[in-house]
């Protein structure tokens, strides 16, 4: 323990040093150059100096450094690179050292070959030091807007994917995991596993750490996983422990998985989004949980107004529902309807999702026409010569809510083909054949349709 402690000790002294060889090496490279540009006849001894005090703080700050690495606190594969470019360039420095001492053995273009070499190396180093300290925003942080666009600085949320519908989004593969992904991977995977815990796969996440488990089911507060990204900062035990926290949402988003059940399979309509998450889940992955009437959730482009004016010289009534949303609401009046004019209604099929033929002449067959409208939400046939003949031609109608067949001929015998009709959530039946008793029984048997019989 002692020893452990001591080179966690040395380790720390890692970020001081690494300024040392930084000084020396640019020192020793700018030196050169000035006097090759005064033309100076006898070169300064300084410079072969220069470069071995590179070379020994360099070999100094390597030390501390691998010490450091070993704690554990460090990315993987960027510690893999910063570890070994370190060593190079402790090597290299020594190398230096041995060429300015008899500089005129070497050309002039490779002695300055390698002093870019060198520095470029001494550069890209630093940098990726403070990167795996400070998290690769440091810099460009608090850069002015404008710059920001210039460096290519992008926005948390700019690479997240836009999500339309909740049934098909995963909660734990679609946004918990990746999350874990960009900020826990890195240490928790199945090659290194600091801390014994493997993040990388649901099983390993459920094994947690040594057969600790870290995810207490439907209780983020209690589990361990929680409890190391909610701690202060400061603290030794918080996760991620480089500079990368999660961010509010994303602090939410697992809270709400685990509270929810830490389920791997459910998807987002599955399980319960209490009103704090919907916000959440709309600025962060344009997904709204909100159900949408079907009519809102069509996407169609816009139909030409020349089929609008056809439509309305064939005797139909029309209006376009929004001027975002170019779907149909068509209606008819009068008893002079024809098979022709439907079939001109059958050729914008797509855009039609209200249609009211109610007091019209609309006969059993022609709703084979009509029962081809694949947006068809609400359907007005009251006071119609309908009969249950027509009515079984409806249940195609994958998408019909309303259905109005208040004075018509139907009977019992529609009631089979009504229950049919899966989306459908009220239909009127005031005024026709229809009992009581079995609009009663098919009450019970569907719920969520309302039927309207009214009084007899
Ligand atoms: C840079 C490396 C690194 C990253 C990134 C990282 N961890 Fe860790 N993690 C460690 C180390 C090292 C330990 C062991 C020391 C300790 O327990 O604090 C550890 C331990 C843990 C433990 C405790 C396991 C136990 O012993 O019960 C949990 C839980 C954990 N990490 C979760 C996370 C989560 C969640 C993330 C992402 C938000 C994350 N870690 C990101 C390095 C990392």
Redo the contacts with the bound molecule.
């Keep these: 323990m002692i020893a452990l402690e001591f080179t966690t000790f040395l380790g720390r002294f890692h970020p001081v040093l690494v300024h040392l060889p930084i000084g020396f090496l640019v020192m020793a490279v700018l030196l050169e150059w000035f006097e090759r540009l005064r033309r100076t006849e006898t070169k300064s001894g300084l410079i072969p100096v220069a470069w071995l005090l590179g070379g020994i703080s360099a070999a100094a700050a390597a030390l501390c450094g691998w010490y450091l690495g070993e704690?554990?606190?460090?990315?993987e594969d960027v510690l893999f690179v910063h570890r070994w470019l370190g060593i190079a360039l402790v090597v290299l420095s020594f190398i230096g050292w041995w060429i300015k001492r008899n500089p005129k053995n070497y050309s002039p273009y490779i002695q300055n070959g390698y002093s870019i070499l060198v520095l470029g190396m001494l550069f890209y180093e630093g940098h990726q030091g403070g990167t795996m300290t400070h998290g690769d925003t440091y810099l460009t942080e608090y850069a002015p807007e404008s710059l920001k666009g210039i460096l290519g600085v992008k926005k948390d949320t700019d690479s997240l994917p836009r999500f339309g519908n909740p049934d098909s989004v995963l909660v734990y593969k679609d946004l918990v995991s990746p999350?874990?992904e960009s900020?826990?991977f890195?240490?928790?995977n199945n090659e290194v596993q600091?801390?014994?815990?493997n993040?990388a796969s649901p099983d390993s996440l459920l094994e947690?750490?040594?057969g600790?488990p870290?995810i207490v089911n439907g209780n983020a507060e209690d589990s361990?996983?929680f409890k190391?990204?909610t701690l202060s900062q400061r603290n030794?035990?918080f996760?991620?422990?480089?500079e990368?926290p999660?961010t509010y949402d994303e602090i939410k988003i697992v809270e709400w998985w685990i509270d929810t059940g830490a389920s791997f399979d459910a998807n987002v309509s599955a399980i319960d989004v209490s009103e704090n998450m919907k916000p959440v889940l709309l600025r962060r992955y344009a997904l709204d949980v909100e159900p949408k009437p079907w009519y809102e959730t069509v996407q169609l482009a816009k139909l030409d107004s020349t089929r609008i004016t056809e439509l309305r010289q064939n005797g139909f009534t029309v209006k376009v529902l929004g001027a975002t949303n170019p779907l149909l609401d068509v209606s008819y009046s009068g008893n002079d309807l024809t098979k022709a004019q439907l079939q001109k209604l059958e050729e914008v099929k797509e855009h039609i999702t209200w249609l009211s033929l109610a007091e019209t002449n609309v006969t059993d067959d022609w709703l084979a026409i009509v029962s081809k409208f694949p947006n068809l939400t609400r359907l007005e046939l009251e006071k119609t010569g309908i009969s249950d003949q027509g009515v079984a031609l409806l249940p195609k109608l994958q998408h019909l809510e309303a259905l109005n067949l208040y004075g018509t001929n139907v009977t019992d015998a529609c009631m089979g083909d009504i229950e049919k009709i899966a989306s459908l959530k009220r239909v009127y039946l005031w005024g026709t054949e229809v009992s009581p008793q079995i609009a009663e029984s098919v009450r019970e048997n569907n719920e969520g349709l309302e039927i309207i019989l009214g009084e007899r």
């Design positions: 704690t554990g606190l460090y990315e999350i874990f900020k826990c890195a240490c928790h600091r801390g014994g815990l993040m947690g750490s040594q600790d870290i361990e996983l190391r990204i030794i035990k996760m991620p422990p480089t990368n999660l």
